[in-house]
């Protein structure tokens, strides 16, 4: 058995500040690097145990040195490196199962942690009418190569978000928000997390349990063609995304594109 692994250190446990744990000028980012990496490593030893035989592990939290500390890697695990962030690099229809660990929620998300949709300055993206983040488009493209979408860890709200999307998808929530309000991703709020240790425990059970998912969950797949709006907080991004191809303003502040091939949301 074949699993991928899409990382980001925003859903781990005890990562809270986005510009002093998860910036890479941050005093407490090396800090937060070696816990996702722990957090790996016990997702690694889960699926393992489950019956995995190959693990492979894409690290999506921007360029080197990224999210990923590669020489606390457990040794069975192969790392996606120097790919950047937009988007699972590797992920091919060679692999059995979609886990996605360290995810946080979709921007807007109520009692969420670091909640954001690709960049910090988009308010929201969706597909045909429907809210989408990270998880979402994940989960997706692992659908298009009939890899279905298996696990998650990360705070309640993404889990939550995942759950919309692949009902029984093996959850393992580490952190909450305690805000009922959304949260700028640059803002501290108030969570309740699990110890570090803990969370590596039920990481490690949760990726066991998730293996004898995959003959069980069908792979995500929604119909084309798609509509894909994002609104942005900013009106200069929205004018910004005007210049790409086949894009047009909907707004001061949402960009639309129609596509055939792939629900592509307007970045920027």
Known sequence: MKIFVVCDPE??????????QCALEGP??????KMATLELNALVEGALEGGATEVVAWDGHCNFPAGIDVELLHPACKLVMGAGDEGPQGLDESFDALFQLGLHA???????????????????????????GEI??????????????VFISGDKAAAGEAKAIVPDVESVVVKEGLSPDPVSLFK????????????????????????SKIDKIKPYKIESPF???????????????KSLPGVKLIDAVTAEIERKDHPWVVIL
């Not at 979402?136 to 979408?149: I, Q």
Request: with cysteine; hydrophobic share 40%.
């Open 11 to 20: 859903g781990t446990a005890g990562v809270v500040d986005m510009r002093k």
């Open 136 to 149: 979402w488009m994940n989960t997706y493209l692992a659908g298009s190569y009939d890899v279905p979408f």
């Open 28 to 33: 407490y980012y090396l800090q937060a690097r």
């Open 188 to 211: 501290v709020a108030p969570a309740i997390s699990l110890a570090p240790e803990k969370a590596r425990e039920v990481i490690r059970e949760g990726a066991k349990r998730a293996m």
């Open 106 to 132: 979709m921007a807007g998300s109520s009692r969420a942690v670091l909640a954001h949709s690709f960049t910090p300055h988009i308010a929201e993206c969706n597909v045909n009418g429907m809210p989408v």
């Open 227 to 241: 509509t894909c709006r994002t609104r942005f907080l900013d009106p200069k991004y929205a004018e910004r995304a």
